[in-house]
T-cell receptor, first 114, second 115 residues
């Protein structure tokens, strides 16, 4: 089955710097890759996603890149702000037939220092 | 207000005492799923349901049961809870799975402690 590895587990940056979180997946059939942000004590919320027919997607300060050949995808946050501090999860799923599995990475705790 | 609700939000119980965590959504979503969150392990899928009366195992289904008798509800049942099921549980739903409308919306979470 699918396995998703996420690195680093913790990341500390200065406000205004960029942050990059990387994930690798094992199932070459995976075709949907969402990223979730979870603030302390709250529920995960989708911040951006990418599908396998696209190599890059951007939404303001957040971007995601996908390398299908290498089976990895990354979250890029530019001009980080203290409110970006949270736990970020990547995930991968294979959408085929009646399969509905969504496999998450272990999470990255991002701390943005003012 | 469109939302996913879970009850109870907090529960302390003892080993072997059957319990049910309810999940309900008011968005007419077809897909619903249960996850557990443990430190260092991220979110792990327990069971999911593609539609009414259609359920399937996720990655960690042992010790859990689910049912999907109606579209809006997807209860999680622990027939004989054990301490290793102490965790934070999230229910999530999406309009569909495998299409452009598969953004999952999470409930507020249920913190379960099994003594």
């Amino acid at each position: 089955g699918e396995n998703v590895e996420q690195h680093p587990s913790t990341l500390s940056v200065q406000e205004g710097d960029s942050a990059v979180i990387k994930c690798t997946y094992s199932d070459s059939a995976s075709n949907y890759f969402p990223w979730y942000k979870q603030e302390l004590g709250k529920r995960p919320q989708l911040i951006i996603d990418i599908r396998s027919n696209v190599g890059e997607k951007k939404d303001q300060r957040i971007a995601v890149t996908l390398n299908k050949t290498a089976k990895h995808f990354s979250l890029h946050i530019t001009e980080t702000q203290p409110e970006d501090s949270a736990v970020y999860f990547c995930a991968a799923s294979t959408r085929s037939g009646n399969t509905g599995k969504l496999i998450f990475g272990q999470g990255t705790t991002l701390q943005v220092k003012p | 207000e469109a939302q996913v609700t879970q009850n109870p939000r907090y529960l302390i119980t003892v080993t072997g005492k059957k319990l049910t965590v309810t999940c309900s959504q008011n968005m007419n979503h077809e897909y619903m799923s249960w996850y557990r969150q443990d430190p260092g392990l991220g979110l792990r899928q327990i069971y999911y349901s593609m539609n009414v009366e259609v359920t399937d195992k996720g990655d960690v289904p042992e010790g859990y049961k689910v049912s999907r008798k109606e579209k809006r509800n997807f209860p999680l049942i622990l027939e004989s809870p054990s301490p290793n099921q102490t965790s934070l549980y999230f229910c999530a739903s999406s309009l569909s799975f495998g299409t452009s409308t598969d953004t999952q919306y999470f409930g507020p979470g249920t913190r379960l402690t099994v003594l």
